[in-house]
């Protein structure tokens, strides 16, 4: 069998990244508002911030303004969040081709994972833990004129972890917080999402213990196994990636956010493409890439609430 590759073996590749993508998408994905981009930058504020609606008056031939409040966010086209490598081998080669094999799944779920840590706003530090970046929901919105201005999460967004873990008193207190601002408010699909690591998972049942809240075999089997679940009028996600607050070792940085307020803008989807590198002794080269960027259109639709986590 010839390391070739053919027209054939390209589509079957990018169909099979394609297929995967879909099959193992990133829960954080599904908790964001995507759209599409195109060009260097697009403001998204302009879309998607606070609107006031006004009396008419029926003897005016004017018509109506109502300019959207607030400074202007964007996403900027960044560098590709990519996965790939050579192919050396026919078994690899034709593992390639195989939706089910490791080979496609672990290159695309990379991916799947980076696009997860952009809607986050984190990065992955040589010593294993994360850290809060640009964009997403933690990280620095670039705001201005134009996108050259960043701008940090409040420190009145954040809610002290006063040497606790995940209690009902923060949950109440960010729910309270992001309701107040209008957002889980007047529309019902505005869901309100919260992404915990798996040391709030005890305080999350603790929570439901606490409350007297009922729950099914089901669900409590959800929360144990790190599946999305919805309690007390949230979604909570479970991720190994959450980042530690600056400076420490054990408060874990839990934030809470609505859905409609944090876009997710595409470039390009995940796409997988498969060639010849003839700079590389004509070897088949596998790549699996995205092209995308997230921000919070507002600052008043994330709130983060500090855990301590226990040794």
């Known amino acids: 069998?010839?390391?070739?590759v053919t027209q054939h073996h390209k589509l079957q590749y990018a169909s099979n990244v394609m297929m995967v993508?879909?099959?193992?998408?990133?829960?954080?994905?599904g908790a964001v508002t995507t759209v599409p981009a195109t060009g260097e930058a697009q403001s998204v504020a302009d879309l998607f911030d606070a609107v006031e609606a006004q009396r008419g008056d029926e003897k005016s031939r004017r018509n109506v303004e109502t300019p959207v409040s607030g400074s202007r966010r964007w996403v900027v086209l960044q560098p590709s969040i990519e996965a790939g490598g050579y192919i050396t081998k026919?078994?690899?080669?034709?593992?390639?081709t195989d939706p089910t094999s490791h080979y496609v799944r672990n290159y695309t779920m990379a991916v799947n994972r980076g696009c997860g840590d952009l809607a986050l706003g984190v990065s992955k530090q040589k010593d294993g833990n994360f850290r809060i970046t640009d964009?997403?929901?933690?990280?620095?919105?670039?705001?201005?004129?134009?996108?050259g201005t960043g701008t940090e999460l409040p420190a009145s967004q954040y809610i002290d972890n006063g040497g606790l873990g995940m209690v009902l008193d923060k949950l109440i207190a960010a729910q309270e917080k992001l309701r107040l601002a209008d957002f889980g408010l007047e529309d019902e699909f505005d869901q309100l999402f919260c992404a915990i690591s798996p040391k709030q998972i005890t305080n999350l049942l603790n929570i439901a213990a606490q409350t007297q809240v009922n729950l099914n075999a089901f669900e409590i089997q959800q929360i144990k196994s790190g599946k999305p679940t919805t309690l007390l009028g949230v979604t909570w996600i479970f991720t190994n990636r959450l980042p530690f607050k600056k400076g420490?070792?054990?408060?874990?940085?839990?934030?809470?956010w609505a859905k409609s307020n944090i876009v997710y803008a595409e470039w390009q989807g995940v796409q997988g493409q498969m060639w010849n590198d003839t700079s590389a002794k004509n070897l088949p080269y596998a790549l699996v890439d995205t092209y995308a960027d997230c921000v919070r259109a507002q600052d008043k639709g994330v709130v983060v609430i500090e855990s301590k986590e226990a040794a």
């Not at 964009?135 to 996108?147: M, N, S, W």
């Open 248 to 256: 420490t070792t054990d408060i874990r940085l839990n934030p809470i």
């Open 135 to 147: 964009g997403g929901i933690l990280g620095i919105a670039r705001e201005g004129k134009t996108p």
């Open 90 to 96: 026919e078994e690899k080669f034709r593992t390639a």
């Open 1 to 4: 069998m010839s390391l070739e």
């Open 21 to 29: 993508a879909q099959q193992t998408r990133n829960a954080l994905q």
